[in-house]
């Protein structure tokens, strides 16, 4: 997604804002150019960003840094630390940033389908698609990471230290900005270390022409979304006026195809590929937690969402011609 986004950035947004990426590991040549400044540092360096908070004046952060659900349940101390205290760094540096040059700093989190847990495969069905008050109840860590850093922004957007003398209720500074992201489908890049992660798998293998035993049963069904309506989703979130948002947090959605249907497309795309189902209950029991679809009226009303890609386009238009160029060499 960070990639994505500096493109985007760079395209749309140039004569607004000056990009500042940091990333854990350096940042590719590629996007160099788009960018003020690179830094390869760990947002649990406080030292870092303190020192940033000094040298930079910033006006909106997106924060994409995380691990996810799968890896999250090998590592979950350290899952935390990264996905609360990591957010909870940025949330500080946003409030600094604000009283500092006094305009309210715009937080993008990109949280997740992972907050909702539905207790049975049959509630799941009867809910169909769920909004943004339902089924709370994570059951991995990642998800209780997620919909603890969605109340952290609500309370950084209102209530920060709220008992001190100087306290202004209006006057806060961070403007949290949330989307629950559905599983995410790039071209171009290879999730690690989600639950998700089984769709865009079985495709690239695919495109390799390597056998893939995909993860989950073959009714498993949760939203998806292609990536390049991901980033745009951010920036429209982004450029929203704060007048007209009715909530922090947002659902989002595009298509929900079960593991089956989106194989077939792949195995109609690449006869000779072979797509198993090889089940790990374990990680089927998450993806089950999570809801068939998300009722995403609310992103609609509010600030316009409208994803460009439904799955036949995504797969014929974007997924598709980009696989085969990517993996053709
Ligand atoms: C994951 O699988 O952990 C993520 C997500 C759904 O947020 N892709």
Redesign the pocket.
């Known amino acids: 997604m960070g990639h994505g986004l500096v493109h985007a950035l760079a395209k749309d947004h140039a004569h607004t804002y000056d990009v500042l990426a940091l990333d854990i590991k350096e940042i590719a040549a590629e996007l160099r150019p788009h960018c003020l400044a690179t830094i390869a540092g760990d947002i649990l360096d406080r030292h870092l960003l303190e020192r940033l908070v000094s040298e930079y004046e910033i006006h909106a952060i997106f924060h994409l840094a995380a691990l ?5 349940e090998f590592t979950p101390e350290t899952a935390h630390e990264v996905n609360v205290t990591g957010t909870l760094n940025l949330l500080k540096l946003a409030v600094e940033q604000a009283r500092w040059h006094g305009k309210p700093v715009k937080f993008l989190f ?1 949280s ?3 907050v909702y847990g539905i207790a049975s495969l049959d509630e799941k069905r009867r809910a169909g698609r769920v909004s943004e008050a339902q089924f709370l109840m994570p059951t ?1 860590m ?1 998800g209780c990471n ?1 919909l603890y850093c969605e109340h952290l922004g609500r309370y950084f957007a209102h209530h920060y230290r709220q008992l001190a003398e100087d306290f202004v209720p209006t006057r806060v500074g961070v403007d949290f900005r949330s989307i629950r ?4 489908i790039s071209a171009f890049t290879l ?1 690690s ?5 089984y769709l865009p798998e079985m495709l690239h293998a695919a495109a390799q022409g390597v056998a893939y035993d995909c993860f989950v049963r073959e009714d498993t069904r ?1 939203p998806f979304m292609a990536m390049p309506d991901a980033i745009d989703a951010l920036l429209a979130l982004m450029d929203a006026p704060a007048e007209k948002l009715s909530t922090h947090v947002y659902n989002i959605g595009a298509f929900a195809p079960s593991a089956r249907e989106f194989a077939e497309l792949v195995r109609g795309a690449f006869p000779k590929s072979e797509v198993r189902f090889a089940p790990d209950m374990r990680r089927q029991a998450i993806v089950d937690s ?1 809801p068939e679809d998300c009722a995403d009226e609310v992103a609609k009303r509010d600030w316009g969402f409208h994803p460009k890609y439904d799955l036949k386009r995504a797969f014929s238009e974007y997924l598709l011609p980009n696989v085969r160029e990517r993996y053709a060499h």
């Open positions: 996810l659900s799968t890896r999250s990109p997740s389908i992972a991995t990642y997620k992201f559905p599983g995410l999730p270390g989600g639950t998700s992660d949760i999570w």
